[in-house]
């Protein structure tokens, strides 16, 4: 009996979706971006585009939590980085 991939990549995507584990955060840096585009071209290469696209959904439910870019919510706490707030300062300094 020969059990096509895409079931193998559905229950992956299940198991991600019910059990997001801290060890999935290594590929919140370049490499391992680069490691999950490499997973989906090679995915969709070998076994067609619809198991590509099951892999392309499974890279965003491992990085949907993952911010590029933007400052977390302890960051906003420890630094002032409203702009309205800024030109609030001005005002008062006139």
Do not use: R, W
Not at 62 to 68: A, P
Not at 71 to 80: M, S
């Amino acid at each position: 009996m020969n059990i096509p991939p895409i079931f193998f990549y559905i229950l992956l995507l299940l198991a991600i979706t019910y059990f997001k584990s801290e060890q999935l955060a290594l590929f919140n840096n370049v490499l391992g971006k680069v490691i999950l585009i490499a997973f989906v071209c090679a995915s969709a290469y070998n076994y067609g585009i619809p198991t590509g696209v099951v892999s392309a959904l499974i890279c965003v439910m491992v990085l949907h939590t993952s911010y590029e870019g933007m400052v977390t919510e302890t960051q906003t706490e420890n630094t002032d980085n409203d702009v309205s707030t800024g030109d609030k300062e001005k005002k008062k300094k006139e």
